[in-house]
């Protein structure tokens, strides 16, 4: 597979989960935007009725982990500047293969909301995820198997 397709498809990778990160990042400090409330952001995003899950802790931990990913992303396709040993490559792709199979769970759980078979308990959380959210998961998947290097 040609080199600059697999750069791009980590370049691709990283740059939405940085901005992922970010908005986890943002909203660990009590903001909501682009909600109302923090209720209202939960059920766009989350598609649930309860706040819970908005505690700066889970929030800080889901931007590392976003952040890293990015990290990792950009490194299987050896655009993070790091010496060729400093992250063995069977390493790095476990990693890309982890963001993988991630994106492709998300992608699948989109699918099946959109078809109805979980019930949305937000008609916004509805449209997002079928025009955006589940799209974006299943081209994202399609990224990392290509930065994945098959």
């Known amino acids: 597979m040609n080199e600059q397709i697999q750069e791009s498809a980590g370049i691709v990778i990283a740059v939405v989960l940085v901005i992922d990160g970010l908005f986890h990042a943002y ?32 929030l800080v931990s889901l931007a590392c982990l976003l952040l890293c990913s990015a990290c990792i992303a950009l490194a299987q396709v050896h655009l993070l500047g790091l010496p060729g040993e400093l992250i063995p490559a069977p390493l790095l792709q476990i990693g ?39 799209p974006a998961c299943i081209v994202l998947f399609i990224a990392a198997v290509i930065a994945a290097r098959f």
């Open 27 to 58: 909203w660990a400090t009590g903001r909501v935007w682009p909600a109302r409330d923090k209720l209202a952001l939960a059920q766009t995003v989350l598609n649930i009725n309860r706040t819970r899950s908005w505690r700066p802790a889970v």
């Open 96 to 134: 890309i293969l982890a963001i993988a199979i991630g994106l492709l769970l998300r992608g699948l759980a989109g699918v099946v909301w959109a078809l109805g078979l979980l019930a949305s308990k937000s008609e916004l959380f509805y449209t997002l995820n079928l025009w955006i959210y589940t």
